[in-house]
């Protein structure tokens, strides 16, 4: 089935860095547009970052940019989230979503399970 | 930077219809979606394109804008639609989302 699966969270110190992976099955995952939202503890949903189907177009929250980095690798069906300089208020759930539509900026209609990322000393 | 605004909460009784509300400015000129999100779950999305509802997503989850507001509409609402929604639409390449909607059912 369409699936979209986090991994990487994990507790890092203020200023720190972590690799979240989201590996996609059931669909054609180059054909699609990727993002990475995130979801502090008792907040909303933030949009943080997006990658275009062939990984040429990458795009970034004004809290991120700068510090995160976007990628994906359409042979291994994956996209990663290199997080560098990360301060409290990164903690959160992060959670890779698919675009429906495979021209991009559309909703996002297949979510992960989120993966959790804590940044505390 | 770009603002989707919804009111923190709105309740509504079993059998009744339920209205959220998402404001942004020029949105009408926005698709714009919505997502369910149940406690401890990932979001859902429930509608897309202002008004088109995914595969599974019950008839009585509906979408409408109409100027600067979009409004998610649930007729018929059942104890089991008690969430937090969460509107959602692109500004110049970013996604924005609206700081969501706690619905109480009761």
């Known amino acids: 089935q369409v699936q979209l699966v986090e991994s990487g969270g994990d507790l890092v110190k203020p200023g720190g860095s972590l690799r979240l992976s989201c590996a996609a099955s059931?669909?054609?995952?180059?054909?699609?547009?990727v993002g990475w939202i995130r979801q502090a503890p008792g907040k909303g949903l933030e949009w943080i970052s997006y990658?275009?189907?062939?990984?040429?177009?990458?795009y970034y929250a004004d809290s991120v940019k700068g510090r995160f980095s976007i990628s994906r690798d359409n042979t291994k069906k994956s996209v990663d989230l290199q997080m560098n300089s990360l301060g409290p208020e990164d903690t959160g759930i992060y959670y890779c979503?698919?675009?429906?539509?495979?021209?991009?900026?559309?909703?996002?209609?297949?979510w992960g399970q989120g993966t959790m990322v804590t940044v505390s000393s | 930077s770009y603002e989707l605004t919804q009111p923190p909460s709105v309740s509504v009784s079993p059998g009744q219809t339920a209205s959220i509300t998402c404001s942004g400015d020029?949105?009408?000129?926005?698709?714009v979606s919505w997502y369910q999100q149940k406690p401890g779950q990932s979001p859902v999305l429930v509608i897309y394109?202002?008004?088109r509802r995914p595969s599974g997503i019950p008839e009585r989850f509906s979408g409408s804008t109409s100027g600067n507001t979009a409004t998610l509409t649930i007729s018929g609402t059942q104890p089991l639609d008690e969430a937090d929604y969460y509107c959602?639409?692109?500004?110049?390449?970013?996604?924005?989302f609206g700081g969501g909607t706690k619905l109480t059912v009761l």
């Open positions: 979503a698919r675009d429906y539509d495979s021209s991009g900026y559309d909703a996002f209609d297949v």
């Open positions: 059931g669909f054609t995952f180059n054909d699609y547009y």
């Open positions: 990658i275009s189907s062939s990984g040429g177009a990458m």
């Open positions: 020029k949105l009408g000129d926005k698709y």
């Open positions: 394109e202002d008004n």
């Open positions: 959602q639409a692109w500004d110049s390449r970013t996604a924005v």
